[in-house]
């Protein structure tokens, strides 16, 4: 997750040149991403028109494989579609991630 989080800032600092702006936008989206990943609510709470922006957010894939290998009995090594499916969701958090450094590259 810091590996994402770290990318968004270094979009958005490359986009922006101006430091208050960057500053100000990292925090608006980093909030709004951290809202909608089901942490503080739930997803199935958030209103239709705003709950698509779960799928954007790194931090919504991060925190269901953080569910999901924590909180239930099953392991990342479990034989089964489980696993794969945790390390699934995970290397799309990374993908967010390079996806963000590739943007910030062109910026």
């Known amino acids: 997750m810091g590996f994402a989080g770290s990318a968004t800032a270094m979009v958005v600092t490359?986009?922006?040149?101006?430091?208050?702006?960057?500053?100000?936008?990292?925090?608006?989206?980093?909030?709004?991403?951290?809202?909608?990943?089901?942490?503080?609510?739930?997803?199935?709470?958030?209103?239709e028109f705003i709950s698509w922006t779960s799928y954007l957010s790194p931090y919504s894939y991060a925190y269901s494989v953080l569910l999901y290998t924590q909180?239930?009995?099953?392991?990342?090594?479990?034989?089964?579609?489980?696993?794969?499916?945790?390390?699934?969701?995970?290397?799309?958090?990374?993908?967010?991630?390079l996806l963000y450094h590739f943007l910030a590259l062109l910026a």
């Open 14 to 47: 490359s986009a922006i040149p101006s430091y208050a702006a960057a500053s100000t936008t990292f925090t608006f989206l980093v909030l709004a991403m951290q809202n909608v990943c089901g942490f503080y609510i739930a997803i199935e709470v958030i209103p």
């Open 71 to 97: 909180v239930s009995d099953q392991t990342v090594f479990d034989n089964g579609f489980s696993g794969a499916q945790v390390f699934g969701t995970a290397t799309l958090v990374y993908l967010f991630g």
